[in-house]
């Protein structure tokens, strides 16, 4: 683990060295893709909770120019479970299913047409395999989790990942972080769990925390509760702004929409401001405030530019090719074209990012698809915590990735894909609800 200190120069977290696929690594996953097919052949819905479990890891390993990760191979031995077991792909023909594989297919035909003005044309065929692996693995869990609609394995996987990603950040406090900011001269670490980075686990968490917190209204179970604030002081020690925002954003769709008692409120609101007072005091002691209530950026590597650079070189290239942008995946190597031939790295917001590379073709594409997402879900009229959940997190991920593309890191992207898949078959069992979901005891 690497001790961040002010000045030091990083390389960019999201181009990990690229090392060479050798026979053991094969042996593992292979080991990987064996064990979730195996769970999943003998009931789908472990292989979804093995598939949450591995989406946060990547341990890649190259061979040309194609990686090798845990979560590929774990998604690769999920789908070959489920062709052994015969699985029925008749609820991908459902409407709602249907509807968000279209929007998906918008976004890989955008990245299809993005060609036309691309002089990386292996960024764009990047960028086109891992929005399809976004696109296959939404598919198949909706496929195994319609198959087999028991949420008992989810939510162990759920609360498991959590607690592990909270003993990762954790362990960066206390041993050193890769990144950090000084506020008030002292020298604050931003913890990123086994995420790329502080910005990526923000918005890691800002998926799990609304579905987390959905099902603790329901059932305050030690676990969830646990998880819940371990995982809420987590996103706060990201010192993401725009994360953090997010996922208050979040968790107040979840309580607008759940609607809990009086008793759950009040015992809500009460733990919320012994947390909030806790972390509000800890803040002042080092002066975080300095960095929450400005608009000033932090100073970043010249190889990482600021949002001031990034989003004015965005609108620049876009400019170049406003139909069809400069090509999926081109931003990054496109910007000497710009004047900033230092900077590597993407724009720090989806919608600019979409623009520039997609042109206006990519951003509609975009839009249509957070649209299709947030219009399937609102459609429900429905109290289970997974739909709820799914749609404050989808919600927090639009808001967040103004200030960032998080789809664009294959650990977020992959997660998001699964949770979208297991909330979606929810809307489908919503329709056989006859009333709210009964709160545990």
């Keep these: 683990m690497i001790r961040w200190q002010p000045g030091y120069v990083y390389p960019p977290v999201w181009e990990p060295p690229h090392y060479a696929l050798g026979p053991l690594h094969v042996l593992f996953f292979a080991a990987i893709a064996l064990g979730v097919g195996w769970l999943a052949y003998r009931r789908p819905s472990l292989g979804i909770g093995a598939l949450i479990v591995c989406a946060p890891f990547a341990e890649a390993r190259y061979f040309h ?9 774990a998604l690769f031995g999920f789908v070959i479970a489920l062709i052994v077991r015969r699985a029925s792909p008749a609820v991908l023909g459902e409407k709602p299913v249907r509807a968000l594989l279209l929007a998906l ?9 993005s060609t036309l003005h691309a002089q990386h044309l292996d960024a764009v065929a990047r960028e086109f395999v891992k929005w399809l692996g976004y696109t296959v693995a939404f598919a198949a869990v909706a496929v195994g989790f319609a198959g087999d609609p028991d949420d008992r394995p989810i939510w162990t996987a759920l609360i498991g990942i959590g607690l592990f990603e909270v003993a990762a950040a954790g362990f960066q406090l206390l041993a050193g972080a890769s990144s950090g900011v000084i506020i008030g001269g002292h020298n604050i670490p931003r913890v990123s769990g086994t995420l790329e980075g502080p910005n990526q686990f923000a918005a890691w968490l800002n998926l799990l925390l609304p579905v987390l917190f959905a099902r603790m209204l329901a059932d ?5 509760v646990s998880t819940v604030t371990l995982c809420t002081v987590a996103e706060v020690a990201t010192l993401s702004r725009s994360g953090i925002v997010a996922a208050v954003a979040a968790g107040v769709v979840v309580l607008i929409v759940t609607r809990p008692s009086r ?15 806790i972390l509000v ?11 929450f209530f400005t608009v000033a950026e932090v100073p970043q590597p010249d190889h990482l530019g600021t949002r001031a650079i990034l989003w004015s070189a965005a609108l620049d290239l876009w400019r170049s090719s406003p139909l069809v942008g400069v090509g999926a995946g081109n931003f990054e190597f496109d910007l000497g074209m710009v004047g900033h031939p230092e900077v590597q790295t993407h724009a720090n ?7 520039s590379e997609m042109g206006l073709v990519g951003l509609a594409a975009t ?4 649209w299709s997402i947030l219009a399937t879900f609102a459609r429900s009229f429905s109290r289970r915590p997974l739909l709820i959940g799914v749609f404050a997190a989808n919600i927090a991920l639009a808001l967040h990735q103004i200030f960032d593309d998080l789809w664009f890191f294959p650990k977020v992207g992959v997660f998001w894909a699964i949770l979208l898949a297991i909330g979606v078959i929810e809307v489908l069992a919503s329709r056989d609800d006859v009333g709210p979901v009964p709160e545990a005891a």
């Design 281 to 291: 005091a800890i803040g002042l002691a080092v002066g975080i405030e300095a960095r």
């Design 263 to 277: 008793r759950v409120g009040l015992s809500f609101a009460a733990g919320a401001a012994v947390v909030t007072a």
């Design 220 to 224: 305050r179970n030690p676990w969830l």
């Design 105 to 113: 297919g918008g976004i890989l035909s955008a990245i299809v047409i």
């Design 65 to 73: 120019d194609t990686s090798l990760t845990v979560a590929k191979a």
């Design 349 to 355: 917001s989806l919608y600019l990012q979409a623009l």
């Design 367 to 370: 839009l249509y698809l957070i």
